[in-house]
């Protein structure tokens, strides 16, 4: 599905923005990455270029890039540890709160194209 059938374009603009703090002031590790879905975190920047590239450009994205991109977003966003975190608004130039609450659009409307890849209780696996 390209980006264009499944947000608006404020929501694109700020995933791209995300996947952009990824290769700036946020503070990923390999185990981390791999956790996201990357094989490392040299290949989480890598896919950041291509995933924004495909933001931009209105190109189709797998549902395991979607899953991709919406968990890098989050985690970026969120994670002081890791992301950027407390300097989300300072990097960015983007509110917290409207952030979050296109964040939260961003969550309902990928729902069922990332439904795959959430991740399991210790009971289903």
Known sequence: MTPGDLLASDEIALLDRALLEWG???????????????????DL??????LRAALRTGS?????????????????????LAGTGFEWPTTTGLDDVVT???LRGIQRKLGKVVRAYYGKRPSEA
């Open 24 to 42: 700036g002031p946020a503070r990923c590790s390999d185990e981390l990455a791999v956790g996201m879905g990357f094989a490392s975190l040299d």
């Open 45 to 50: 920047v890598t896919q950041c270029e291509r």
């Open 60 to 80: 189709p994205l797998a549902p395991v890039d979607w899953a991709r991109v919406l968990i890098a977003a989050e985690i970026v966003f969120v994670s002081d």
């Open 100 to 102: 979050l609450r296109t």
